[in-house]
């Protein structure tokens, strides 16, 4: 897998003058979340209802903070997530915001075969369009877990974008065997998962929540620095505790203290960069 960019990017230009670019992402596993991990989850009350407060509680305060900021982002909601959450989509879309792709049943493409895949795509996007979401060009993998199957059917879907892969810290162009994806990369330490997530099988890490503030602070610096875009993941059942929130606030008030930011959902981003690419040539 060829991870070089096609042009140099270093003096890219973002829209209306600005001089860095930044985005906020969040994968609304909800139930979907669990149930994809296994069928033994579906008789699992309690963590089916930790998935399901992502829905109900974390992301009206999310919508709230956006709105506060008039900042658009980016939601990847899983199609049973669409499906056992009617109104969601909808919201979303209402507010401004793009709404991408996340499987159907939030299936790690890695775990399962070539036909499982293609249902995780097809369930998906019907499912999304049922909701209102009829023009989703955005991609993100389970568990940012990106395989040749999935990976050619984006391309013969006609993807956009994908967010799964690791290989710049800027977009780039993803290829496998001689095809080629747009790509806006993520990163674990942009997450807030490997910092927050917890349950009583696997553990997990209950963080001082100060801590990703330091950290993507000193991401977004970098970024200032080299003139480029960032993004950040989160999971509404996750940042959407309060006193989690409250420090995604922090990082984004400090951000919004600039006039130089471009927010921009990643389409958005998708839709500048393509060209400098030499994607849509």
Known sequence: ?????????????????????????????????????????????????EGRYGVVRGVPRILDLLDRYAIPATFFVPGYTAETHPDLVR?????GHEVAHHGYLHLRSDHVDAAAQTEEIDRGLEALA???????????????????ETFDLLVDRGFGYD???????????????????????????????????WNIDGGGNVADPAEMRRSWLAEFDSAVAEHRHTSFTMHPEVIGRPYRLAE??????????????????????????????????
């Open 163 to 197: 967010s799964s892969c690791m290989g710049d810290d800027r977009p780039y162009v993803e290829s496998w065997d001689g095809r080629e994806i747009l790509e806006i990369p993520v990163h674990w330490s942009l997450d807030d998962w490997p910092r927050y997530g």
């Open 91 to 95: 919201r979303l879309l209402d507010g």
């Open 130 to 148: 049922k909701a209102g979401a009829d023009d989703v060009t955005g991609y993100r993998s389970t568990s940012w877990e990106l395989t040749p």
């Open 1 to 49: 897998m060829s991870t070089a960019p096609t042009t140099d990017v270093s003096d890219w230009a973002w829209p209306h003058g600005k001089d860095v670019a930044v985005s906020l992402t969040f994968d609304v596993d909800a139930e979907a979340g669990w149930l994809g991990e296994g069928e033994e989850y579906a008789r699992r009350l309690t963590i089916l209802s």
């Open 248 to 281: 995604l606030e922090a990082v984004v008030a400090r951000i919004a203290e600039r006039d130089d930011v471009w927010w921009a959902r990643l389409d958005e981003v998708a839709a500048h960069t393509r060209p400098l690419l030499g994607l849509d040539r």
